[in-house]
């Protein structure tokens, strides 16, 4: 029988796949490229803070901090591997302060 508790156990069992890891990687590229809206390969905080207000998230000012948690080499942009890693992380992640929408305090 399927039960809440047996649906939450069989999501924590497949969020440690690389397999899983990999498909939200591979999802992430999509969403990146449609982010990265001067083609160059990296998001500025422009192009970071702008996707959340396009989706209709009012209240953005989470995304200063969320960007600058992300950007692990403090060069001022998202490499596509800085925001996959962030997105995995909080998809996958049991300790609920990831950067993906600010560190938490």
Do not use: W
């Not at 690389?18 to 969403?31: G, Q, R």
């Not at 596509?80 to 997105?87: G, L, P, S, T």
Request: aromatic share 10%; glycine share 6%.
């Amino acid at each position: 029988m399927l039960t809440e508790d047996v649906l939450i156990e069989s999501i924590k069992m497949q969020r440690d796949d690389p397999e899983v890891k990999k498909c939200i990687s591979d999802a992430m590229f999509s969403l990146f490229t449609a982010m990265d809206v001067n083609h160059d390969g990296h998001l500025d905080f422009e192009e970071y803070r702008r996707n959340y207000g396009d989706v209709g998230v009012a209240d953005t000012d989470f995304t200063r901090a969320a960007f600058d948690e992300i950007d692990v080499n403090h060069d001022g942009r998202l490499s596509f591997e800085e925001y996959a890693k962030a997105a995995v992380n909080y998809l996958c992640s049991d300790d609920g302060n990831t950067a993906m929408f600010g560190p938490l305090v």
